[in-house]
């Protein structure tokens, strides 16, 4: 009985877990199912879906015979001095249970590996390229304008947003200046390292107007914490506005004596 206790007491602290873990947004970061907003995103979510809804379902099959046996043919049921039936081994039985298993891990490789291929491949008919670098910390937004947004890395509210137009595929051209960082923001697409001396690339189309965070994931230094990332999405006129309004500031800087 006390087994049943702990073992119950430990699945409502996980339980717990979850739902604080899924109720908390961490810097407006929701760490679990954000709405995705961008195809890839959308297929990230699908994928992620699809594989944790079958995992849950074994989990709790497999917990619900586990607790069945141990209540079922507990000591205290049995008559004194009992020993169980002393089997050993079934053939058919132990095949059984390595190629379930098998089975089961080669179709999440499998269906994983076919996202992989179709969301995480270059795109060679976006609209524009911006190239993000990451550094010691925050990112660099290079646009083909000739504009560049900053966003120093800072846990002092927001930093700059990297401002896009609606439904415009743009593609995403990753550097790094120094260490390995990690752009990530889940409501948009997948992990992206931006490596020193290799450039990866990734892509988004966002569907709607909006602001979506994202973080470094990829533990860079101490300042790493601070790496926020914020996306905006305009409509296509309230995107040339503020196309037109970082070339002036970026006019009127040049323009002014620099210390
Ligand atoms: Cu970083």
Request: proline share 7%; net charge neutral; hydrophobic share 45%.
């Amino acid at each position: 009985m006390r087994l049943i206790t702990r073992s119950l007491v430990s699945l409502l602290g996980l339980l717990v877990a979850a739902i604080s873990l899924s109720g908390c947004g961490i810097g407006g970061l929701s760490p679990i199912f954000p709405t995705p907003v961008s195809p890839n995103g959308q297929n990230i979510y699908d994928t992620y879906i699809g594989i944790s809804v079958p995992a849950l379902i074994i989990f709790i099959g497999v917990e619900a015979a586990l607790l069945w046996i141990v209540v079922k043919y507990r000591r205290s049921r049995q008559p004194a001095g009992y020993v169980p039936p002393q089997t050993h081994g079934n053939t058919p039985l132990e095949i059984v249970w390595t190629i379930a298993p098998l089975v089961v891990v080669l179709a999440i490789a499998l269906y994983s590996f076919v996202e992989l291929q179709r969301d995480f491949q270059p795109v060679n008919n976006a609209a524009f390229t911006v190239v993000v670098s990451g550094h010691q910390f925050g990112w660099n937004y290079a646009y083909p304008q000739g504009f560049t947004v900053h966003q120093e890395g800072t846990l002092q509210g927001e930093v700059a947003p990297f401002v896009v137009p609606t439904n415009t595929l743009i593609k995403l051209q990753f550097q790094g200046t120094d260490v390995i960082h990690s752009w990530w923001v889940p409501a948009i697409s997948g992990k992206t390292d931006a490596v020193p001396g290799y450039d990866n690339f990734s892509w988004l189309k966002i569907d709607r107007t909006g602001k979506w965070k994202g973080e470094c994931a990829e533990l860079c230094g101490v300042g790493h914490a601070t790496m926020q990332i914020v996306v905006q999405a305009m409509s296509q006129s309230d995107y040339d506005q503020w196309v037109q309004e970082q070339l002036a500031t970026k006019k009127g800087a040049a323009a002014s004596p620099s210390s």
